[in-house]
């Protein structure tokens, strides 16, 4: 079982930046790759970004390749998103989540998800 919780989101302009953390409890969390989505108002929750258990293989959507960078760690039970450049189009709520597997984009091959963090980009 891991418990997952998003720090909170923010309000920023175009082309700022912010950084995502969410910590997990459990012992296993080195043990699951994590991954972060997002859902706007009216659509579909999305892949954004992935990251091993190690750290060491991140995926991307093209939309954020460039501009997001995930990270761990393990020591601290916490996965990152650094969000750079943002862009209004980035707005949503943002999700954590865990996989006991690596490199899977869609929101039913994870196992657990934390609450949702509101990201708002302005123009």
């Known amino acids: 079982q891991v418990q997952l919780v998003e720090s909170e989101g923010g309000l920023v302009q175009a082309g700022g930046s912010l950084r995502l953390s969410c910590a997990a409890s459990?012992?296993?969390?080195?043990?699951?790759?994590m991954g972060w989505f997002r859902q706007a108002p009216g659509k579909e929750r999305e892949f954004v970004a992935a990251i091993n258990w190690s750290g060491g293989s991140t995926d991307y959507a093209d939309s954020v390749k460039g501009r997001f960078t995930i990270s761990r760690d393990n020591a601290k039970n916490t996965v990152y998103l650094q969000m750079n450049s943002l862009k209004p189009e980035d707005t949503g709520v943002y999700y954590c989540?865990?996989?006991?597997?690596?490199?899977?984009?869609?929101?039913?091959?994870?196992?657990?998800w934390g609450q949702g963090t509101q990201v708002t980009v302005s123009s």
């Open positions: 459990g012992r296993s969390f080195s043990t699951y790759a």
């Open positions: 989540a865990a996989s006991q597997r690596y490199g899977l984009r869609s929101t039913y091959q994870y196992n657990y």
